[in-house]
């Protein structure tokens, strides 16, 4: 690291206006989506209700993991004590700072979902549990010790509530840092990063049994929870990546150069790989074993209307970071960037669509308007939360112990 000092060549007090077409864009966003929501849900057609409940779950899902994606790179920095994403760190924190909105969403729609019987019939039904009924399921009884919708509320208040305020709080003590200086505000923020992390580990996994894995009860995958990981966190840093290439097109974040480009590549790069690492173990083992209570699960995902969506899942997710990121150069160029990370956001959509459709909508799937629409909603209220957040404080933490750091990085 160098010892000139880049303060004075930057202005780091400047702050984003959320103005202009963004914010027209997200609004009009979100009113598509309540509009192709409200038809949804209305419609005298249960095949349509149905499909609209799926895909609240898949956006709202998506829509928190991105926001904790965010958290769970703020801590990471803290905890690994990274100097280079010191001067971008504001992104992800306002990601974060949103967490706590998309886990109240989430949480009303898996508790609607639970109690309409539309999402979790699998195992929330009559008579599952009881031997005398008719209904009665031997595996879903088996499970009811932890698949009942006490311990299935309270398990997601406890894992997205410790998320949104540990988030929040990151975000909270970053903003008094630059009020205050000095290195109490990033001590704390160390601190509870350790914390976080240790929490966010150990739960994710769980979380998304919850969520998503129990919408088949019958099946179960133990490298469900890291597979799910997986598509989180490459989904959060394509997120993040999108927002500094907006706001460095826009006249922002000057100290913002081609080598965090670069570093955020590689993570996206290698995190592709790791999700592709886990989809294929989880895909082969179970095909290769040929045990019918686990292909039972991909059997469906083989039907005509969902195979070739399979496939074109690993194609986006996989083959495209491989060709468009291998490359160094590709990683420090903004426009490759801003595609490959829009692709790959498109592409995880698809990953939990395929996740998540074929347990909870049993005839007419595809795409429609419905997709569409709520996809819609969601990217216009993520847009206008996240940037009305960063449009609040100053794009720089001025005053974080590693931005000297940040602004000499060069790989």
């Not at 202005?11 to 009009?28: D, I, M, R």
């Not at 509530?161 to 290195?183: M, R, T, V």
């Not at 590709?330 to 490959?340: D, G, S, W, Y």
Request: glycine share 8%; net charge neutral; aromatic share 18%.
């Amino acid at each position: 690291m160098g010892t000139h000092s880049h303060h004075h060549d930057y202005n780091f007090s400047e702050q984003y206006t959320f103005t202009g077409k963004a914010k027209v864009f997200s609004l009009v966003a979100v009113a598509v989506g309540v509009v192709a929501i409200a038809i949804g849900l209305l419609s005298s057609d249960h095949i349509t209700v149905e499909r609209t409940y799926a895909n609240l779950l898949l956006m709202g899902y998506y829509f928190t993991c991105v926001c904790a994606a965010g958290g769970f790179f703020v801590a990471l920095q803290y905890v690994t004590q990274a100097g280079w994403s010191a001067g971008m760190v504001r992104i992800p924190q306002a990601m974060a700072s949103v967490l706590p909105i998309a886990s109240l969403i989430l949480l009303v729609i898996t508790a609607t979902g639970l109690f309409t019987h539309n999402l979790y019939h699998h195992w929330y039904a009559e008579g599952l549990t009881d031997p005398d009924s008719p209904n009665y399921d031997a595996l879903v009884a088996g499970k009811a010790a932890f698949l009942n919708a006490p311990g299935f509320l309270i398990r997601q208040v406890i894992f997205m509530g410790s998320y949104s305020i540990c988030s929040w709080l990151l975000a909270k003590y970053s903003y008094n840092e630059d009020l205050q200086g000095g290195l109490n505000s990033y001590k704390k923020s160390f601190k509870l990063s350790a914390l976080f992390l240790v929490i966010f580990g150990f739960t994710t996994p769980i979380w998304s049994f919850d969520t998503v894995m129990s919408l088949e009860a019958h099946w179960f995958s133990t490298m469900f929870g890291w597979y799910n990981f997986a598509a989180m966190w490459v989904s959060g840093l394509c997120a993040i990546t999108i927002i500094i290439i907006l706001l460095k097109k826009a006249g922002y974040l000057a100290w913002v150069n081609a080598n965090h480009l670069h570093d955020l590549g590689k993570l996206i790069f290698g995190f592709s790989i790791f999700w592709t690492y886990v989809w294929f173990a989880q895909f082969m083992l179970i095909w290769y074993a040929n045990i019918p209570e686990e292909t039972v699960y991909f059997y469906k995902r083989w039907e005509p209307e969902y195979k070739p969506w399979f496939w074109i899942n690993v194609l986006i997710n996989f083959v495209i970071p491989i060709l468009a990121l291998m490359d160094r150069d590709a990683k420090r160029k903004m426009n490759i960037m801003l595609i490959v990370s829009i692709v790959l956001l498109m592409g995880h959509w698809l990953d939990y669509y395929i996740m998540i459709m074929p347990g909870t909508v049993e005839t007419h799937r595809g795409f429609g308007w419905i997709e569409v629409g709520t996809a819609l909603g969601f990217v216009g209220l993520f847009t206008f939360l996240v940037f009305n957040k960063l449009s609040k404080h100053a794009l720089a933490p001025v005053k974080h112990p590693f931005l000297e750091e940040s602004l000499h990085h060069q790989i």
